[in-house]
Every structure is written in C-alpha cells, then in structure tokens.
T-cell receptor, first 108, second 117 residues
Framework: QKEVEQNSGPLSVPEGAIASLNCTYS??????FFWYRQYSGKSPELIMS????GDKEDGRFTAQLNKASQYVSLLIRDSQPSDSATYLC????????FGAGTRLTVKP | DGGITQSPKYLFRKEGQNVTLSCEQN?????MYWYRQDPGQGLRLIYY???????QKGDIAEGYSVSREKKESFPLTVTSAQKNPTAFYLC????????????????FGPGTRLTVL
C-alpha cells in the first residue's frame, strides 16, 4: 500500500467550476499536510498547508483535513485555465512523503 | 532576493561518469533535501541534512553522495554506480528539519534535469 495516495487523473473541469482533489495517507502519526502545485517541467510550489482537522481557506483554495479518516483534500473554486497543473499532496510525520500527484486540466 | 538556486538546469552524463548537481540557498534554512522525480511517480528522497557536516540517507541513496560543508550549500554527486540516473532532481530546504512537531515545510529549487547519453 502506498503511503500517500492520489488519483492520478487527469481531472478535467470547465472554467469557473470547483475542482476537488483528494489524498489519503496511511501513517496515523502524520502531523502536517501540504498541497503543492507543479506546472509541467517546473518544480513544486507550496500553495496550502493544514495542521488541524477542519477547513482552511486561502483565496480560491480550501484545504480540508480529516485525521480520523486519514484524508486530506483541496478544493479550487472558480477554476481558471492557469490552475491547470499537477497537484502534489505531501504528508509530514517523521519525514515528508509525497503522493504521485493529480493532473488537473481546466478547460476554457 | 532570497531563494534556492540549482545548477545546471540541464545536464547530460555519459556512461561511467560522475556528475555533481549544485544547490544553494540564502534563506538561512537549517535543513536541506535532495529528491528525485520520475514521470508518473511521487518525489523520492535521496539524502537530507539537518545541520552542517551531518546528513542522512533517504529511501534511494545508492549511487549518490552528498556533502554539507556550509549551511548554504548541499551538492549532490550522481556516481557511475547509479544505473538509471535519468530523472528530474529537486533540491529543497526548510527552516528546521524534523522536530517533535513533525517535518517542517519544504521549499523547492527550480530543479536539474539529468539525462544519460
């Protein structure tokens, strides 16, 4: 079983819609959770971090964490074509583990 | 202008050759990391260092070596023992490494794309 699992996609949404990206993890002692955006050929860029159960909003992005279900998600509201990228989920405990990423395409 | 720099952006290696990838940061971060990214796979940790003159192996250290002589610098050498080195190499740093609160937020450099000829 992979330590951090994401649906590889591609996930395709129309411009203006809500994109929902999901991530599950296996290590129950995980303490911090991160979402990175990676454009093709570029390095990952941190967009959100979340540490406690519930929702955390930052602009058009909302991260949701449920430690009991070992589940973290990222919602992107009013999706734009510039949001088209691969989104990496990262889970931190004694070390940082990354998922393989979900490729998102936002169609104009 | 603070950040993490990696050089070169592209690197080509011949069979049997050692090559060194540079990573420098001026963020005054204590910890630095090297990852490898292959298509369709997550980032895999090669080596990390939480303080100067100390480093630890990650999940895939075989065929790689590092040094941490200065806080700002963490070069990675890909040796001839690494049989499949073609990949995208990412250097990252974090203010602290792993503490009782978990592993600190990591920030990435622009990456080096290594190709074996």
């Amino acid at each position: 079983q992979k330590e951090v699992e994401q649906n590889s996609g591609p996930l395709s949404v129309p411009e203006g819609a809500i994109a929902s990206l999901n991530c599950t993890y296996s290590d129950r002692v995980s303490q911090s959770f991160f979402w990175y955006r990676q454009y093709s050929g570029k390095s990952p860029e941190l967009i959100m971090s979340i540490y406690s159960n519930g929702d955390k909003e930052d602009g058009r992005f909302t991260a949701q964490l449920n430690k009991a279900s070992q589940y973290v998600s990222l919602l992107i509201r009013d999706s734009q074509p510039s949001d088209s990228a691969t989104y990496l989920c990262a889970v931190s405990g004694n070390d940082m583990r990354f998922g393989a990423g979900t490729r998102l395409t936002v169609k104009p | 202008d603070g950040g993490i720099t990696q050089s070169p952006k592209y690197l080509f290696r011949k069979e049997g050759q050692n090559v060194t990838l540079s990573c420098e940061q001026n963020l005054n971060h204590d910890a630095m990391y090297w990852y490898r990214q292959d298509p369709g796979q997550g980032l895999r940790l090669i080596y990390y260092s939480q303080i100067v003159n100390d480093f630890q192996k990650g999940d895939i250290a075989e065929g790689y070596s590092v040094s941490r002589e200065k806080k700002e610098s963490f070069p990675l050498t890909v040796t001839s023992a690494q049989k499949n080195p073609t990949a995208f190499y990412l250097c990252a740093s974090s203010p602290q490494g792993t503490t009782s609160g978990g592993t600190d937020t990591q920030y990435f450099g622009p990456g080096t794309r290594l190709t074996v000829l």
